[in-house]
């Protein structure tokens, strides 16, 4: 067994044997000492490897997600001379090459660049300026030129020892030579590339010679050219009837016997393509936001628009828990993560945190009423009854019931929007004083889903600029008081899932919405209470939330934002028994480390007693 003991040996059997023969022999080389260190050299950086560095980072974050923002950093990266421009160039059409998937966003990239970025003087007097389009087309025209060039060097490479490496490098010549050309017909998408160019191309890979087969890699890029812009070039009625011609040939050579099945099936998928319209058989694989991911994902399950991305930020609420099924009727579905099995396998073990469910085989959130049993055992007065400060809870909602259900299940309310839609069960009245007047619930529509987007966002930016004006400029645009709770559920949520934790931020800025009476302390205490519902198992991937949600609840005591008869509410929430203690220490902590925490700990020293007895 390899050891920590038995590697130190190691080491030392390597490294100071050797110099002990070394001295004994007297043959011990000296160490020669750099002129420049490389702590040295890494630290004086050029102004070009300086600015590549960087447009090399933004590169390998772009997305088409992150593309504005990414995009805005690249213009004012630093690009000020030509020599740089040609580097940035560089390193965008490498990435480019190699991610054929990725050519629409980058050739969008290239243009709002071309489009920001200013020309430069040319280094020969009366020469044209340089461009970041004539740069750009120039390093196309490059790679496209000399991939034959290559290739005819790699049939040099004879050798028996080389044909590994030969393999690579055709492998390598071929992935670029197809990356460039979705690249060419990408930029002929944007306008960036005049269609002479594109004729030129097609004219070389189909050769001048009608009655020679052109070589195998130059069919396989003619059909991914046209896959790229032949719709385009059928858009004018000139480029339209050179296109016949272009197509005439290559049914010619779906025919010819020299070509290897593979490319006469690409040939004729061409075709197909074009007498359709261009519209492709199967869905092309391209590059997809978050968003449309939900929204495929929710076609494909028969959810309403916006329960992902709902899913998504509560992480509360999960449809498809044991007992729920799927939208064929007979599939049940298991949560991600149930004990290793996928989705639909029976006798997936129920992890902890799992939603409850009731006899309509709808989730409920887990409360105190259902501990660790089946939900389904429990009667319905049980199972749904939330407590006081959460009966206005917008988390759950009628997004997850099918359509036209309207909130009722089997004549009745459903229990995942109790609360939110229905009235409370007369069973259950609470006492009037310390209930605000009704306010009206936000649609269960479109509504809520853009709530919900335009929250996380004014958050993202709030945690990204510290601007609290800004925030809250935004807070009262959204002109929802009803949805308040959900916006400190959010914000607790998000500033806790940052690296490092934004636990400073998220108590200012909700200490400040409710100095300027934005937030009530109800909205306030509602937010913390669907916080503490979720933390158990937000604490399984996040150790340090319990501890941070803590500090978030001591700094909103100290604001009289929450009192610790809340906080007793909030520890009921959580099931673990750990976390229970690290919410409540880290509360105590930075109560009593305030001059103004002594107060506080006298005032409500019967509710603090009230907290410690739960654990």
């Known amino acids: 067994m390899f050891t920590f003991l038995s590697a130190c040996k190691w080491l030392s059997a390597i490294i100071i044997k050797p110099c002990l023969v070394n001295e004994q022999a007297g043959t011990a080389a000296a160490l020669i000492k750099a002129e420049v260190p490389w702590s040295a050299r890494r630290g004086h950086l050029s102004d070009k490897d300086r600015v590549l560095k960087t447009v090399k980072g933004i590169l390998n974050k772009l997305t088409p997600e992150k593309f504005d923002l990414l995009k805005g950093q690249l213009i004012d990266s630093g690009i000020t001379t030509a020599d740089i421009l040609e580097g940035v160039i560089s390193l965008i059409f490498d990435k480019a090459v190699l991610e054929p998937t990725f050519c629409p966003m980058y050739a969008q990239l290239c243009f709002d660049l071309n489009t920001n970025l ?42 028996p020892e080389q044909e590994s490496e030969r393999r690579d490098q055709e492998r390598m010549i071929k992935l670029r030579t197809l990356g ?12 960036m590339v005049p269609e002479k160019i594109v004729h030129h191309i097609v004219q070389i890979l189909l050769g001048h010679d009608n009655k020679t087969c052109p070589e195998d890699e130059n069919v396989e890029a003619i059909c991914q050219f046209f896959n790229t812009i032949g719709k385009q070039l059928d858009e004018s009625t000139k480029s339209q009837r ?11 050579l779906s025919m010819n016997p020299q070509l290897v099945p593979r490319l006469k099936f690409m040939i004729r998928d061409v075709l197909d393509r074009r007498s359709n319209n261009w519209i492709p058989r199967r869905e092309e694989v391209k590059a997809k936001t978050i968003t449309e991911i939900h929204l495929e994902a929710e076609k494909n399950l028969g959810l309403r628009p916006g329960a992902m991305a709902s899913m998504r930020n509560s992480r509360g609420i999960v449809l498809g828990g044991q007992g729920s099924i799927s939208p064929s ?57 939330p407590p006081p400060l959460i009966t206005k809870s917008h988390s759950l909602n009628s997004k997850f019931l099918p359509e ?107 200490e400040n919405l409710f100095a300027k009476k934005v937030l009530t302390d109800r909205d306030i205490g509602t937010g913390c209470l669907l916080y503490g519902s979720m933390l158990d198992d937000i604490g399984i991937d996040l150790p340090k939330a319990p501890n941070n949600f803590g500090e978030v609840i001591g700094k909103l005591v100290l604001a ?41 700990l006298d005032a409500q020293a019967s509710d603090i007693e009230a907290c410690q007895s739960l654990f």
Request: charged residues 25%; neutral net charge.
């Open 404 to 510: 036209g259900s309207g909130g009722l299940v089997d004549g009745r309310p459903s229990a995942l929007i109790q609360g939110s839609t229905a009235p409370p069960a007369p069973a259950r009245p609470a006492p009037t004083a310390s209930l605000p007047p009704p306010v009206t619930s936000v649609p269960i529509s479109t509504s809520l889903e853009v709530l919900q987007t335009k929250t996380i966002s004014l958050l993202e930016m709030y945690f990204s600029v510290r601007m609290f004006d800004e925030a809250l400029q935004c807070v009262e645009e959204l002109n929802s008081p009803s949805y308040h709770p959900e916006l400190v559920k959010e914000a607790i949520c998000l500033g806790l899932e940052k690296n490092p934790p934004c636990v400073e931020p998220v108590a200012k800025l909700l």
């Open 118 to 159: 200013q020309p430069f003087p040319s280094d020969e007097p009366g020469g044209k300026e340089i461009t970041f389009k004539r740069v750009l087309l120039n390093k196309c025209q490059d790679a496209f030129e000399g991939a034959d060039k290559q290739r005819e060097e790699l049939k040099q490479m004879t050798a």
């Open 242 to 252: 050179i296109n016949d011609m272009y197509f005439g040939r290559l049914k010619e």
């Open 180 to 191: 460039n050309i979705r690249l060419i017909g990408e930029l002929l998408k944007q306008k």
């Open 560 to 600: 009289c934002g929450l009192d610790f008869k809340v906080v007793k509410e909030v520890l009921k929430k959580v099931e673990d028994g750990m976390f229970q203690k690290a919410i409540f220490a880290a509360a105590m902590r930075i109560v009593t480390s305030s001059p103004s925490g002594q107060m506080v």
């Open 329 to 385: 009727h007979d599939l049940p579905i298991n949560r991600p993560g149930s004990g290793g099995m996928m989705p639909g396998m029976p006798g997936a073990r129920k992890m902890p945190g799992m939603p409850g469910i009731d006899n309509d085989n709808w989730e409920v959130p887990r409360s105190r009423a259902i501990l660790r049993g089946d939900g389904s055992t429990m009667p319905p007065s049980a199972r749904v009854q």
